[in-house]
C-alpha cells in the first residue's frame, strides 16, 4: 500500500523576483513533480509573481501588504492579518508549514499560535 503524499504549504511575502522566492517556487515544483501536495501562501496580492509554477500547486494570495498609520490602527491590521493567515492555513491543512524570511516567519508563528 502507497503512503499518501505529504501535504507541505509555504509561506512567504510574495513571489516577486528574489533570492527566497526563487527557492520556494523551485522546491515547491519539485515537490509537486512527486505527487505531493504543495501549497504556497503569499501576503502579496494577484499582481507580484514572478515565477511559474506547477499546475498542482495550490496559490493563495492573501493581499495583506499594506501600510498602518497609527500604533492603534498596526495592531487592528495585525490582528485582522493574523485572522486571514490562520484561516488559509486551516482551509489548507497542511502536516507542516514552512515559512520564509524573518517577519513572515513570526506572523506565522503569531497567526497559529494554539
Not at 498542482?56 to 493567515?85: E, F
Amino acid at each position: 500500500m502507497m503512503a499518501q503524499a505529504p501535504r507541505i504549504l509555504f509561506a512567504i511575502s510574495s513571489l516577486s523576483a528574489g533570492g527566497a522566492e526563487r527557492v520556494v517556487s523551485e522546491i515547491a515544483n519539485a515537490w509537486a513533480e512527486k505527487g505531493w501536495q504543495v501549497g504556497i501562501l503569499t501576503f502579496s496580492g494577484w499582481s507580484a509573481d514572478h515565477y511559474s509554477l506547477h499546475s498542482a500547486i495550490s496559490r493563495i494570495k492573501l493581499d495583506l501588504l499594506w501600510d498602518s498609520r497609527s500604533l492603534w490602527r498596526s495592531l487592528m491590521d495585525n490582528w485582522q492579518r493574523s485572522r486571514a493567515i490562520r484561516q488559509a492555513v486551516r482551509e489548507f491543512n497542511p502536516e507542516v508549514v514552512i515559512s520564509f524570511i524573518d517577519q513572515t516567519n513570526v506572523r506565522i508563528l503569531v497567526a497559529l499560535v494554539g
